[in-house]
Each structure stands twice: as C-alpha cells, then as structure tokens.
C-alpha cells in the first residue's frame, strides 16, 4: 500500500487594513494545500501566547489561522512569517513587514532666537511619524492656506513678514 501525502503548495500573509496605533489589526494566514497546523513567528521567533503575557505592551491571540493584535502598537514591529506544516513538511509564507502608523509625535519647530532684518531666516518642523508625514506652514492663520509646504521655511526678516508661524502636519494614513 502506498500512501501519498500532498505538500502545502503556498503560504501567503493577508491583511484587509492599514495598522494604525491602538486600533485592532489582524494578519491571516492562507495555505494552499492540506495542511496540520499553521503557526506564525516574529522576527524569527516562534510567536505563541507566552510571548504575549511576556511583555505587557504586546497584546494579541492567535485563533485558527489568524494572528489578532487587540490593538496593534509600535512594539509590535517587525517582520512576520505564517507557516503550515503537514506530513509532507513545513512551508513558511514571505516575510511581511509590519510598520505600525501613528502619529504625528513630539512636533518641534526649531530656528533662531534673534534675526536682524533683511537677513535670511529658516524655521524646521520635525515630528515623530509613521509613515512620514506632510507639513503645511501658515503665517498668522491657520484657516488660511499654507504658505510654504516641506519641513523648512525659508524667509527674509522684514516687518512684513513679523508674526505667528505655525506648522500643520498629517500623516498619509
């Protein structure tokens, strides 16, 4: 008597959302194939709930072939791999590389204190953000439009251009 035992012929991460800090995410896993058991791993560990309880800022369960973060957050970065083994073997899926979005945190606009007129003056905005966010800065009305687009603003000091700066930043969630 022989017996054939069919492989698993592909393992693919699926997600069906962008993972935005503190919100539920979910990755799941699909196999093509018969297979036993599914696991899944982070950053070449094996994940299971031990790894969960560990550490108080990781918080997901994992159920059939789903892999829940209730919510996902910035520690749970990195690179994620489903695999399914049957008696024929193991096959892994591609690494899916999870970022985590969130912010704009810690916004900062940095320049000189003192400028004398009709010297040049720039003024930085940095923030901290996943993805990377867009900046938009206004001159003394945030309803009005932006006078400037980018990290930096350039400018000549003169009486006219005297007053409240500001800087308006949204993430490209």
């Known amino acids: ?26 990755l799941t896993c699909d196999v093509s194939g018969p297979y036993d058991m599914i696991y899944w791993m982070k950053d070449n560990m094996h994940l299971n709930m031990t790894n969960s309880t560990a550490n108080p800022l990781m918080s997901y369960h994992i159920k ?46 940095s320049g000189p204190d003192k400028a004398n007129m009709g010297s040049s003056v720039s003024l930085t905005c940095s923030a901290e953000t996943q993805p ?3 900046f938009h800065w206004f001159f003394n009305n945030p309803l009005s439009p932006s006078v400037e687009a980018g990290p930096v603003i350039t400018f000549s000091v003169t009486k006219e251009n005297a007053g409240f700066y500001q800087r308006c930043e949204k993430g490209s969630l």
């Not at 096959?91 to 969130?102: A, C, F, I």
């Open 132 to 134: 990377d966010c867009d």
């Open 64 to 109: 059939n072939n789903m892999l829940y973060f209730t919510p996902v957050n910035r520690v749970d970065d990195g690179t994620y791999e489903c695999v399914a083994t049957n008696q024929a073997g193991q096959h892994k899926s591609p690494t899916y590389m999870l970022l985590v979005n969130y912010g704009p945190l810690n916004v900062r606009i």
């Open 1 to 26: 008597m022989l017996t054939v035992i069919e492989a698993i012929s592909s393992v693919m991460i699926r997600i069906t959302t962008v993972p935005i800090n503190s919100d539920n995410f979910t």
